[in-house]
């Protein structure tokens, strides 16, 4: 292969994006497509994990220690 070659297949490839973001743009959201693929995440998720899906013990963790260092900025306060 020639640079000559490849530089010509990557601006093609760039010419290409550019076109299919138009078209994108110009088309407008998917809705439809946006909510068939949140609903798969969905069964996905009821699939792998069961429902309701089981809590995140980090992110509990941090709610706990977030909510204890607003407890303390409102006790510093004097706000109850």
Do not use: C, N
Not at 20 to 29: D, F, H, N, T
Not at 42 to 71: F, S, Y
């Amino acid at each position: 292969m020639h640079p000559e070659d490849l530089l010509r297949w990557v601006e093609s490839r760039r010419a290409a994006e550019q076109r299919e973001k138009l078209e994108a743009r110009q088309a407008g959201p998917d809705t439809s497509g946006a909510i068939r693929s949140a609903l798969a995440l969905v069964a996905l998720t009821k699939h792998l994990h069961g429902w309701p899906v089981p809590q995140d013990p980090t992110t509990l963790r941090q709610d706990a220690q977030a909510r204890e260092q607003w407890d303390r900025v409102r006790a510093y306060f004097g706000k109850p």
